[in-house]
């Protein structure tokens, strides 16, 4: 068999997160549960409606452009795409051409080409008894596109491009880009080639989900490879995706490419952008979290965790806010986090809810070691959840830790009286012997001392 290379170019539809429509004031909700409930005269395309730019849209894509370091157009405009179908009401798309709003940029490694704003189409529902409906709730939704570069090569890079732009569209709170409710959209053109010419491309639409991105990239990859190897020719056509069978199948073979006839919309102005006027309140992004909490002192897989979850995130960054990086504090309160608190959450409120002042001060309180890990454990829902003050649950209880040398000196008098054998053993080089002294010290306080200060302690009477 011959040695194939499968190129692969993203192309990913984000409903952008707005007050209104991308030209009009009808609420921006294209997931209302009753069909054409926002709608108006300019997004049901009646004649002589004019559009109007929503600022708020344009802001977002900035916002991603910026993010990903990409060029900010200073000049744009809009363009008609001109073709015809029921969920289409002027009979063409608002849509960016020659003047998209970004060009170039990269994330997670992939060159991106282009990202330019549009208006999201109607929706048609077909019902067996109640017919079909065209529900037009969604028609001009402001709809950000992305378009890669044909610079991937595998399923996974495909699939992890796709989580960190859900990620960063998130982060920027442009879009909730949900997958499965159609917020974020992925097509994946598809090619194997076994010379330095691209093969034919193969466009792969609705990948609802990122499971769906790196399975149908995986098929169609090996499916392509077989034709090729029986001296098959790969047609060019849009495929879908079949969830259940694991399988891309047929929808419609493109025999010429589509002419839409784009030109300048002569309805809007054309644009030009200050940036600096779009991005006053840039958040911190995801690569810069990543930076941040690994020179915190964080592994990878924690933070990885912690920012896959914006609730999470946000508590982690409000708890650690007060810890000094020095001894390890912010690693251990990641490690309490995710070990003891995360699986303790009940709903998506949790976080939000939760107190994250308090968090920092048990953990403090561990770091220090006036308490232990045992009691830390113990406290933690009554700390975090319901907001108690982590000294008074100490103070009220008797749970400190006693760490006062004065105190601990005493006890090691004491033990080195009771146990003079296994000192003299200690002293003839058996190691482990100090072990047996720290328990016989720990149940002469009652589990209340501070196991490393009695252990130095102990070293340096016996000694
Ligand atoms: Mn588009």
């Keep these: 068999m011959k040695t194939y290379t499968p190129t692969i170019g993203i192309e990913v539809h984000?409903?952008?997160?707005t007050n209104t429509k991308m030209f009009c004031d009808s609420k921006n909700d294209p997931h209302a549960g009753e069909p054409n409930v926002h709608v108006c005269p300019i997004c049901m395309g009646h004649p002589g409606t004019l559009p109007v730019i929503n600022k708020q849209a344009v802001q977002h894509v900035?916002?991603?452009?910026?993010?990903?370091?990409?060029e900010i157009a200073s000049y744009t405009e809009f363009d008609r795409k001109n073709y015809f179908y029921p969920d289409i009401p002027k009979g063409y798309q608002i849509s960016q051409y020659e003047f998209p709003l970004v060009k170039g940029g990269e994330l997670a490694g992939v060159k991106i080409t282009r990202v330019h704003l549009e208006e999201d189409t109607a929706r048609s529902l077909h019902d067996v008894t109640e017919g079909s409906v065209v529900d037009y709730n969604r028609a001009g939704v402001p709809l950000m596109e992305l378009v890669t570069e044909p610079?991937?090569?595998?399923?996974k890079t495909a699939g992890d491009f796709a989580r960190e732009l859900q990620l960063l569209l998130r982060t920027l709170g442009v879009s909730d880009a949900n997958m499965e409710k159609g917020e974020m959209r992925v097509e994946a053109n598809i090619s194997v080639s076994d010379s330095m010419t691209f093969g034919t491309k193969v466009e792969v639409k609705n990948l609802n989900s990122f499971k769906s991105v790196e399975g149908a990239i995986e098929y169609e990859i090996e499916r392509q490879i077989d034709m090729l190897e029986k001296g098959e020719k790969?047609?060019?056509?849009?495929?879908?995706?079949d969830e259940i069978k694991g399988k891309t199948f047929s929808q419609r073979v493109k025999e010429s490419a589509n002419d839409y006839r784009y030109f300048p919309d002569p309805d809007l102005p054309k644009l030009s952008i200050n940036v600096d006027d779009f991005i006053s309140d840039m958040p911190i992004l995801p690569r810069e979290k990543r930076e941040k909490y690994s020179n915190l002192g964080?592994?990878?897989?924690?933070?990885?965790?912690?920012?896959?979850?914006?609730?999470?995130c946000n508590f982690f960054d409000e708890a650690v806010h007060d810890l000094s990086s020095e001894n390890g504090a912010p690693k251990l309160l990641a490690n309490y986090l995710l070990t003891d608190l995360i699986p303790l959450q009940t709903s998506s409120s949790f976080f939000t809810t939760a107190f994250p002042k308090k968090f920092a001060d048990l953990i403090k309180l561990v770091n220090t070691g006036e308490i232990g890990s045992r009691v830390a454990k113990d406290l933690i829902s009554e700390v975090v959840i319901d907001g108690k003050d982590p000294h008074d649950l100490i103070r009220e209880r008797g749970l400190g830790q006693v760490a006062s040398t004065d105190v601990l000196q005493s006890v090691v008098d004491q033990l080195i009286a009771d146990h003079p054998t296994v000192v003299n053993e200690y002293r003839a080089g058996k190691e482990n012997a100090l072990q047996f002294l720290v328990g016989q010290g720990m149940k002469l306080t009652k589990g209340a001392a501070r196991p490393q200060t009695l252990l130095e302690i102990l070293k340096k009477s016996i000694s």
């Design 14 to 17: 984000a409903e952008l997160k």
């Design 62 to 70: 900035v916002k991603v452009g910026t993010a990903i370091g990409g």
């Design 151 to 155: 610079v991937i090569h595998d399923s």
């Design 234 to 241: 790969v047609v060019q056509e849009t495929r879908g995706w």
């Design 298 to 312: 964080l592994t990878r897989e924690q933070i990885e965790i912690i920012i896959s979850d914006r609730y999470v």
